[in-house]
């Protein structure tokens, strides 16, 4: 046995004395054209679902069945409220107090949403740092609003790589914030890069950007249940998410915003306003003037849809009796496994891009394939892994440590070896 088969033997052990291995019966795995369980590595794209999600929505299906209007206030888990019901689970996944967090939209509204009240442009402190590889949709979504000021696009900074480097060098974060302090509005960075995997440190930034006299964000859809985040600690600004990745709330789950507390009375900033962030004791007065409540709910605009919360709040309940210190715990585990099976496939083609710090990533990582062949991630794919192919030569994978097991990092690992050849 060569030492990548050794270690490959070592999965059964390391499954059996994982004190999460059973959470992996509450989700549904897709199957391979064997009909064998699939190595479903997406959990960073698109989450699997709970066993449970499906009672959750029936039960708000036969509510409305069997209740019509009168479901708002007297379903089992009354319309009215129910986003309140997620509210303290998804504010511990973050790291928030509950009049931190609320559910609502989807993640790029959330983002404008945050903007509008806190992208404050004031003479020459205007400009806004993202990253270069950023998710399309921040980019956008910071150019529109530098031209809904009426602002240059390049008030834009976007913080590259050093030559030859694929991933940013904290350092260089904390320069630029630095250099700019005069003209620096706003920091807006993931938490984890999507195509990277890249960890920042988010608590450094955010210092960082307070001492410059910027205002810090960040679109936590590649962080949210799947690193330990401490956004009230850390004197985050605000953050958006999407709940579909990591928190397995289906395609097009409802997203979720943070405002730290020190903002949650900041009745004066400016925002999109509807009745549904409108004070609760007289929402149903229907008065002509809007009075805001105090916190993150405040942000929201219409009455959420009640299907989608009740798909999330099956997989936050999961989440909740996993937590995430446990998560992260296996999650370390988990990537550094795959980390180390990587490195015995010996093939000078392969580059993991991801840093080999653990605590600047979180479970993805990145594998750069130089000069594969063309049909090597179909060939991949055939034998029954669903990663994610970015081009030019990147495969992605994310082991997640709610459903996946050392099995499945082995199964990848020895097709990949396989396949490579
Ligand atoms: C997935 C993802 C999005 C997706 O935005 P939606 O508004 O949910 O469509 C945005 N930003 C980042 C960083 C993402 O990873």
Known sequence: ?????????????????DPLRHFRERFLIPKAADGRECVYFTGNSLGLQPRTTRAYIEAELDDWARLGVEGHLHAEHPWLPYH???????????????????????????????LVSFYRPDGRRRKIIIEK???PSDRYASLSHLQFHGIEPEA???????EGETTLRTDDILRTIDENAAELALVLLGGVNYYTGQAFDLASITTAGHNAGAVVGFDLAHAAGNLELHLHDWQVDLAVWCSYKYLNAGPGGIAGAFVHERH??????????????????????????????AGAEGWQISNPPIFQLAALRASLDIFDEAGMPALRRKSLKLTGYLESLI????????????????DQRGCQ????????????????????????WREPDVIRVAPVPLYNS??????????LSDLIR
């Open 264 to 293: 949650s009375r900041s009745f004066d900033l400016p925002r999109f306003a509807g009745w549904w962030g409108h004070d609760k004791e007289t929402r149903f007065l229907m008065g002509p003037n809007f009075s805001p409540l």
């Open 365 to 388: 990582l990145s594998i750069r394939v130089r000069d594969a062949e063309l049909d090597l991630f179909d060939r991949i794919s055939a034998s029954g892994v669903v990663a994610d």
């Open 156 to 162: 834009l900074i976007e913080l590259a790589p050093r």
């Open 343 to 358: 490195a015995e496939i010996d093939d000078e083609r392969i580059e993991v891009i991801t840093p080999t710090d653990p």
């Open 133 to 135: 590889g950023a998710f």
């Open 1 to 17: 046995m060569n030492n990548l088969d050794e270690k490959i033997h070592l999965a059964a052990s390391l499954d059996e004395s």
């Open 406 to 415: 050392f099995d499945d990092v082995g199964r990848f690992a020895r097709i």
């Open 84 to 114: 309140e019901f997620l509210t303290e689970k998804m504010a511990s996944v973050i790291g928030a107090r509950p009049i931190e967090a609320v559910v609502m939209n989807s993640l790029t509204v959330n983002l404008h949403l945050m």
